[in-house]
């Protein structure tokens, strides 16, 4: 099955069809760093790592860029706060450090590039002055706009008409353009404390004094400061070239940051800007999305720390990057269940195939068959857009395989187990849990394996589905954590449990 993706361009499913057979453009809208990553941040770093993993498991050479977007307002509004920095570039650099360890924590494969706005300030000129030269943008007062109405695709991926758009930007702007969707390419002048208000923080500079310390640049037009939109277009195209294969971003951003660049990015080029427009759905957070604005978030930094890399991992793609997720103590309680099913099969299937109760002439077809079927499954779920819950249920087949495998071999000194069955299904753990980035050599970080809390969650978890009538969910949960060594005790009062050092 070829990989099909859908694209948001189209609205269509397509089957994927790079420009070079041999090599893949991806290029994923990042972070402003402007506060600390948290779990939304993290789900989109995830899935699009995965699909970098699943392209050069199909052959592809990668090229993987994502920014930082370094330059901003809300940088701005942190300036002097606590330790972050007493300037804007300052602030900027304490996250941007922050964001590169949550990623190594969540064993993200390296970016071949991470760009950031600031170092590319002369190619954003460049490409602005190539639109007003070309007519697709003007200058007002030091700033340049882009005009929408001289761009005759302006609205073909958000489907927005032209007509009925809100005007984009602060009312110094409004007045200043042409047409109300009219966006800035470059802002004269500084950043106003008008701007920052709203996200100033407790313990930061002053609003006034903040935007002091604000960088802005010399250009043709006096100076100033890049508009947001135009940064994307300039760092992706001097990495990867005038027409990326796959442009990855949030569902959030198809309007109007990824309008604005396809507008920008063609008009300049006159060549197609992204073949595929992937988004990821956002992040919930009880009834919210889960933003680092409305302060409802858990950082990555926490998640990690609390659960381990594996189990944020397992939680996250547990859904499909284009399907909403929801954010709760029973869906992470859900993901460590799994993380441990799966982490606990490899370590018996291991230790099975490693003893001398490995047999080279034992064929267990069950076990042989169940491994060539998640094989296919997984590959079937990843071919169909990513779908990251199919490819995790395929391999948790793997695990109940191995299961049944090594409960059903009769046990004592002559039992035998199939080694060529066992060796193939580890080795699709550990191919296919690479993809998913889950690392079965031993956790990179955190606290919680059979931590009371964890329990906990689970018997939580347990209890609503007995309460619904799931009995044979809930009997499935209690078997798994007595596999793990905790005593479940039902009582008239609830569950009790013992966890294996007797507390």
Known sequence: MTLHVT?????????FEPQDPENVLLYYCGLTVSDPPHLGHARSWVHVDVMHRWLEHLGYDVRHVENFTDVNEKIVARVGEDDLGEDEQAVAETYVAQTIDDMRSLNLLRAEVYPRVSEHVPEIIDLVETLVEEGYAYEANGSVYFDVTTFDDYGKLSNQDLEEIESQGDPDERSEKRHPADFALWKAGGVDASAIEEHHHEGAAPPEEACERATTWDSPWGEG???????????SMTHLGETLDIHVGGRDLVFPHHENEIAQSEAATGREFASYWLHCELFQMGEEKMSS???????????????????VRTFLTAGSYNSSQLYSDETIAEAVERWERLERAYERAVDAVDSPAAGSKVEDSALRTAVEQAREDFTTAMNDDFNTREAQSALLEVASAINRHLEETPSGDHATYDYRGLRRAVGGLEEFGGILGLSFAGETAGDVDLAADVVELVLDVRARERDAGNYDRADELRDELEALGVEVQDTDSGASYRLPDGN
């Open 7 to 15: 694209n948001t361009l189209t609205g269509e499913k397509e089957p």
């Open 293 to 311: 604005s409305l302060g409802n978030f858990v950082t990555v930094e926490e998640a990690v720390g609390e659960w381990g890399s594996n189990v």
């Open 225 to 235: 400061r890049p508009g947001w939109h135009i940064e994307c277009s300039a760092m």
